[in-house]
């Protein structure tokens, strides 16, 4: 069975130190890979979505950047946090159009 | 970004009633997902709808795909204390374009 992995599950940083997110997904072979956000009591919003080794796409301009080193890795980044990067982090992985999410990672930036 | 209208916003219910609630959208879509998350958790698949009419069940769980294939109702019957938390709709358009559209959730909360 597919399982998918995400850490760490709580994260404080200060403003204006890097980050890196990290999501692994086990059981399958080239899955559609996501990063997606979740501020507190609101929706999910798409930030970057990967069909291949390589291949990012972004969805909105921002603070942070997404890279897909292996086949199913999938890692969220920022040079630097901001305040508004504060947020509940998700990975998810696709097949036959159903969506698997992480545990997921709240980031409190201060 | 682009959600879907979800309703009703927030439930108080006694436990052992059913409950419903639903997301509308002005646009077609080809995949109906609902899903439950918990407090501080990942949203976690219920149901998976694929053509419209469509009526699947989970357990206690019952979602349709609406026929205008721009809505999807999730049913949840005999509710007990466990079901408390949100409760997401998402559509997908068409297979391949990978931007799954999100509802805005039902908060659901059990009165025992």
């Given at each position: 069975s597919q399982?998918?992995?995400q850490w760490p599950a709580t994260l404080v940083q200060p403003v204006g130190s890097p980050l890196s997110l990290e999501c692994t997904v086990e059981g399958t072979s080239n899955p559609n890979l996501y990063w997606y956000r979740q501020a507190a009591g609101r929706g999910l919003q798409l930030l970057f979505y990967s069909v291949g080794i390589g291949q990012i796409s972004s969805e909105v301009p921002q603070n942070l950047s997404a890279s897909r080193p292996q086949d199913r890795q999938f890692i969220l980044s920022s040079k630097k946090l901001l305040l508004s990067d504060s947020g509940f982090y998700l990975c998810a992985w696709s097949r036959q159009e159903k969506l698997f999410f992480g545990s997921g990672t709240?980031?409190?930036v201060l | 970004g682009q959600q879907l209208n979800q309703s009703p916003q927030s439930m108080f219910i006694q436990e052992g009633e059913d409950v419903s609630m639903n997301c509308t959208s002005s646009s077609i879509f080809n995949t109906w997902l609902w899903?439950?998350?918990?407090?501080?958790?990942?949203?976690?698949?219920?149901?998976?709808?694929?053509?419209?009419?469509e009526l699947t069940s989970n357990g206690r769980l019952t979602a349709q795909f609406g026929i205008t294939r721009k809505d999807s109702f999730l049913n949840i019957s005999a509710s007990i204390p466990s079901?408390?938390?949100i409760y997401f709709c998402a559509g997908l358009r068409t297979s391949g374009t990978y931007k799954y559209i999100f509802g805005t959730g039902t908060r659901l909360k059990v009165l025992a």
């Amino acid at each position: 069975s597919q399982t998918i992995h995400q850490w760490p599950a709580t994260l404080v940083q200060p403003v204006g130190s890097p980050l890196s997110l990290e999501c692994t997904v086990e059981g399958t072979s080239n899955p559609n890979l996501y990063w997606y956000r979740q501020a507190a009591g609101r929706g999910l919003q798409l930030l970057f979505y990967s069909v291949g080794i390589g291949q990012i796409s972004s969805e909105v301009p921002q603070n942070l950047s997404a890279s897909r080193p292996q086949d199913r890795q999938f890692i969220l980044s920022s040079k630097k946090l901001l305040l508004s990067d504060s947020g509940f982090y998700l990975c998810a992985w696709s097949r036959q159009e159903k969506l698997f999410f992480g545990s997921g990672t709240q980031l409190s930036v201060l | 970004g682009q959600q879907l209208n979800q309703s009703p916003q927030s439930m108080f219910i006694q436990e052992g009633e059913d409950v419903s609630m639903n997301c509308t959208s002005s646009s077609i879509f080809n995949t109906w997902l609902w899903y439950k998350q918990d407090p501080g958790e990942g949203p976690v698949l219920l149901i998976a709808l694929y053509k419209a009419g469509e009526l699947t069940s989970n357990g206690r769980l019952t979602a349709q795909f609406g026929i205008t294939r721009k809505d999807s109702f999730l049913n949840i019957s005999a509710s007990i204390p466990s079901d408390v938390g949100i409760y997401f709709c998402a559509g997908l358009r068409t297979s391949g374009t990978y931007k799954y559209i999100f509802g805005t959730g039902t908060r659901l909360k059990v009165l025992a």
